[in-house]
């Protein structure tokens, strides 16, 4: 062919260092709605999520996971802002400290929002405010609160004291929300106010900033407080309009009577999960049941 053996060898050179590329056809994969920042451990906020918010849908779980963990990220002292998928499995961890906490509320397709802020238990709710926590709502109280459990003494008898193990819950008056699908965002601008030390009764949020405020508060990763209505407060006099419930829990595992029947001890008045005691406690052979406490 003419040429001579350092034509060829340049030629091969030329071939080893030339770059061949390929178009890559593979359709690319659809883009999780919630994927994990490895540089913070918490949720990142997508596309979808923000759609939500921008067409007025209720929030989901992944809004609230979010929120809480940029909330725990800025709040270190404070506990709780569990994720609100542990009420699925019983799986909330006993807080330690003063906490704030989401809560789902299947029965009702609810948010609402937990404290124990000043040692004092209370729930926000911008729906049903003062109305029953409901079965889910009080075992995940009793869950994350037990060390909240006390022993109400309500009288003596033989020489022993009477009374029910329970957990005492405020319920605060507190804004209601306009329409049905916003209790996600009052639930986090709840949260927010608490973290920073505000009187949630006596605060009127403009509802119709809060969802673009959110959206604000996500995208710099960082809560802000959500904006009022008008430069002043609402009346001081409803902070004081406080009202409040019981739950009654089990002395051995401290959650509330389910739909499972209970034993009551005839000494102390107190009630037990059959479950929760050992198997000689429930051979008794009187027919007036005794707790070990009282044996």
Known sequence: DGQTAADKKKTQDRKRKRKVTFEDTTPSPKRPSCTVDPARNSPVFSRRLRDIMAKDQELTDEHISLAQEILKTQFPHIDGFQSPLLSQTDGFRPVKHEAIQIHHVPDRHHWVTSSSIGQRLAVYDSKFSGGPLGISLSRQLALIYRAMA?????GESDGKLLGHFDMSVDLPDVQQ???????????????????????????????PRMRQHLLKCFRQKAMTGFPYSTKTKISARLSSRRRDTVIEVCRKCFLPEMTVDTLVCETCDQWFHPGCLE?????????????????
């Open 279 to 295: 198997a000689d406690a429930l051979q008794q052979e009187n027919t007036e049941w005794r707790c070990g406490y009282c044996l």
């Open 150 to 154: 006390t022993d109400n003494e309500v």
């Open 177 to 207: 929300q306009t329409g049905a699908r916003d209790c996600g965002v009052f639930a986090i601008a709840f949260a927010v106010h608490l973290a920073l030390g505000d009187d949630i009764a006596t605060l009127k949020f403009d509802q």
